[in-house]
C-alpha cells in the first residue's frame, strides 16, 4: 500500500493525497462514513494518472463533484474519492462562450454567465453542483437542461486516455450522458449562450430561485429530488398520493414541503435512507404500479 500511496503523491502533489476523509464532508445530504483515499488533482493530465494507477493497482474509484446527488455509505469507500471540484475550477469567457473545468460551481458559471451579458443558462443558477457532475447528469430545471448549452466535453476514459466530444456524442437524455454509460471523467467544458440583456437575466435568476425557496426544503441537508421522474407522472406528487408525505425511518424524511425530496432531519444514517427510498418504491409500485428509479447515486457498499 505504500508504493500505492506514493504513486498517488507523485500523481497529485503529496497534500492533495488524504486518507479516511468523512464523505459526510463532502456530500449535501451530510452523510457517509470514510473514504480510504480521497484525492484533489489539479489537472486533467493528473486526474488520467489516479485513473492508471488505480487501474495498475486494481483499486477502485469514484468522481465525487460537488457531492450534491450522491448517498454514501455508512461505512465509507474502500476505494479512491477522486475530488474534482478541490481544484480544478477555472473559468474563461470569450465572447458568448464560456469554457471552464469540471470542478467549477455550476451556480458560479451561471453567475459569471449574467456578468457577462450571456443568456441561456439561467436555468442553472440553483442547481449546486459541479459543472461536471451536471454534464454526467444531464442536470436541468424550469425546461432548461445541460444539452441545450453544452458545445464540447473533455473527458477521460477508464484507460486514462484524454479527448474531446461534441455535444450529440454526449448522448445525452434526461438525466443522462455518455459519460454515465461509458464511465466517462468529464474534465471540462465548452459552453456556448446568446447575448443578453444583464437585468433581464438577472430577473430571470430571481425568479427561478424564488420558485426553489418556495417548493423545496432547503433548510435541511439533501440531494435534490431523490427519483427521477417517472415517464408521464411526477415522482414527488405520486409518493404524496400514496401517503407518505412526511413518512420517516429514523432520521430520514420525505419532505413536507416536497415529497420528490428525502431531507436528513439530522442524524440520518445511509441505511436509514435507504430503508425509506425501498419502502417509497413498494408503496407507489403498489399503488400506481409505476417504478420509481432513484437519480441520487449511491457511493460504497449498501
Ligand atoms: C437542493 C438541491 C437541489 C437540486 N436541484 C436540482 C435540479 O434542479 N436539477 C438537477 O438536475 N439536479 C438538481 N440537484 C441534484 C444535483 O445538484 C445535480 O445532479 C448535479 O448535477 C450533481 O452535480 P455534483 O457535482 O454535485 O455531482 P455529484 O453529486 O458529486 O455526483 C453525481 C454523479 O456524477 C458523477 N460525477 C460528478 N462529477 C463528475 C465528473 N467530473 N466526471 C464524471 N462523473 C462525475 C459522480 O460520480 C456521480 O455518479 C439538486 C440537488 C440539491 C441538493
Given at each position: 500500500?505504500?508504493?500505492?500511496?506514493?504513486?498517488?503523491?507523485?500523481?497529485?502533489?503529496?497534500?492533495?493525497?488524504?486518507?479516511?476523509?468523512?464523505?459526510?464532508?463532502?456530500?449535501?445530504f451530510?452523510?457517509?462514513?470514510?473514504?480510504?483515499?480521497?484525492?484533489?488533482?489539479?489537472?486533467?493530465?493528473?486526474?488520467?494518472?489516479v485513473?492508471?494507477?488505480?487501474?495498475?493497482?486494481?483499486?477502485?474509484?469514484?468522481?465525487?463533484?460537488?457531492?450534491?446527488?450522491?448517498?454514501?455509505?455508512?461505512?465509507?469507500?474502500?476505494?479512491?474519492?477522486?475530488?474534482?471540484?478541490?481544484?480544478?475550477?477555472?473559468?474563461?469567457?470569450?465572447?458568448?462562450i464560456?469554457?471552464?473545468e469540471?470542478?467549477?460551481?455550476?451556480?458560479?458559471?451561471?453567475?459569471?454567465?449574467?456578468?457577462n451579458?450571456?443568456?441561456?443558462?439561467?436555468?442553472?443558477?440553483?442547481?449546486?453542483?459541479?459543472?461536471?457532475?451536471?454534464?454526467?447528469?444531464?442536470?436541468?430545471?424550469?425546461?432548461?437542461?445541460?444539452?441545450?448549452?453544452?458545445?464540447?466535453?473533455?473527458?477521460?476514459?477508464?484507460?486514462?486516455?484524454?479527448?474531446?466530444?461534441?455535444?450529440?456524442?454526449?448522448?445525452?437524455?434526461?438525466?443522462?450522458?455518455?459519460?454515465?454509460?461509458?464511465?466517462?471523467?468529464?474534465?471540462?467544458?465548452?459552453?456556448?449562450?446568446?447575448?443578453?440583456?444583464v437585468?433581464?437575466?438577472?430577473?430571470?435568476?430571481?425568479?427561478?430561485?424564488?420558485?426553489?425557496?418556495?417548493?423545496?426544503?432547503?433548510a435541511?441537508?439533501?440531494?435534490?429530488?431523490t427519483?427521477?421522474?417517472?415517464?408521464?407522472?411526477?415522482a414527488?406528487?405520486?409518493?404524496?398520493?400514496?401517503?407518505?408525505?412526511?413518512?420517516?425511518?429514523?432520521?430520514?424524511?420525505?419532505?413536507?414541503?416536497?415529497?420528490?425530496?428525502?431531507?436528513?432531519?439530522?442524524?440520518?444514517?445511509?441505511?436509514?435512507?435507504?430503508?425509506?427510498?425501498?419502502?417509497?418504491?413498494?408503496?407507489?409500485?403498489?399503488?400506481?404500479?409505476?417504478?420509481?428509479?432513484?437519480?441520487?447515486?449511491?457511493?460504497?457498499?449498501?
Amino acid at each position: 500500500m505504500t508504493e500505492f500511496i506514493d504513486a498517488l503523491r507523485e500523481a497529485v502533489h503529496a497534500e492533495n493525497v488524504k486518507q479516511n476523509v468523512l464523505l459526510k464532508e463532502h456530500t449535501t445530504f451530510k452523510i457517509g462514513g470514510p473514504a480510504d483515499y480521497f484525492v484533489s488533482p489539479e489537472t486533467a493530465e493528473a486526474i488520467a494518472d489516479v485513473v492508471r494507477i488505480c487501474r495498475d493497482y486494481d483499486m477502485p474509484y469514484f468522481i465525487l463533484g460537488n457531492g450534491s446527488n450522491v448517498l454514501a455509505a455508512d461505512k465509507g469507500y474502500r476505494g479512491v474519492v477522486i475530488n474534482i471540484m478541490g481544484r480544478m475550477n477555472n473559468i474563461a469567457v470569450d465572447g458568448n462562450i464560456i469554457t471552464a473545468e469540471a470542478g467549477a460551481s455550476l451556480i458560479k458559471v451561471s453567475q459569471v454567465a449574467r456578468n457577462n451579458g450571456l443568456t441561456g443558462m439561467e436555468f442553472a443558477s440553483g442547481i449546486p453542483g459541479s459543472l461536471g457532475g451536471a454534464v454526467y447528469m444531464n442536470a436541468g430545471a424550469y425546461g432548461g437542461e445541460m444539452k441545450q448549452i453544452i458545445q464540447s466535453v473533455s473527458v477521460i476514459d477508464e484507460t486514462g486516455k484524454l479527448s474531446e466530444l461534441s455535444c450529440e456524442e454526449m448522448d445525452f437524455s434526461y438525466r443522462h450522458s455518455l459519460a454515465e454509460e461509458k464511465g466517462l471523467i468529464v474534465t471540462g467544458a465548452v459552453i456556448e449562450l446568446k447575448k443578453g440583456d444583464v437585468s433581464d437575466i438577472q430577473a430571470e435568476m430571481d425568479s427561478l430561485l424564488a420558485k426553489r425557496r418556495e417548493k423545496q426544503p432547503l433548510a435541511y441537508p439533501s440531494a435534490g429530488s431523490t427519483f427521477k421522474r417517472p415517464e408521464g407522472y411526477f415522482a414527488g406528487k405520486l409518493i404524496m398520493d400514496a401517503g407518505l408525505r412526511g413518512y420517516k425511518v429514523g432520521g430520514a424524511q420525505v419532505s413536507e414541503k416536497h415529497c420528490g425530496f428525502v431531507i436528513n432531519t439530522g442524524e440520518a444514517t445511509a441505511q436509514d435512507v435507504v430503508t425509506l427510498m425501498d419502502d417509497v418504491v413498494e408503496k407507489v409500485k403498489r399503488e400506481f404500479g409505476v417504478t420509481l428509479e432513484p437519480e441520487v447515486k449511491m457511493l460504497g457498499e449498501f
